[in-house]
């Protein structure tokens, strides 16, 4: 994936689909984007790819949701995570390459990101529903 431009949370998640068919199911993935930019819509597509089609929401009051489909999947919102005392209080550094590692709001946590993150950022394109998505490293 370099980039996707899709115009529905339809579209957002089958290029999500898409870009699942690439991972081997153990990476890291940090999603950068502001509210409402289709990152849990992005989540649902990566799950779906993998077998996980119900249940998959954003994780903001419980930092961390677990799926299991044909993988193991690990969603995190980092949106409450303000220091290294509240990352580590998450668990976090323990899930890394347990299964797929998806993070909400990684920004947050850049420091701790492992070095070959998959950095995947989301952005409002023309149109209210469009969004350009596009893997940054």
Known sequence: MNEYIT?????????AKDFASTLKGDEVIALYGGLGM?????????CSYFGINSG?????FAIVNEYNGDIRIFH???YRINSWDDLYSTGFFDYIGQGLCI????????AA??????RVELQKGEGFNDRIIKRIS
């Open 56 to 60: 998959v929401s954003s994780p903001t």
């Open 76 to 78: 995190f919102d980092m």
């Open 113 to 118: 990101l492992p070095e070959d993150t998959i």
């Open 103 to 110: 993070i909400e709001w990684s920004e947050n946590i850049e």
């Open 38 to 46: 289709g990152k849990t819509t992005f989540v649902r597509g990566l």
């Open 7 to 15: 115009n529905s949370p339809e579209t957002t998640e089958a290029a």
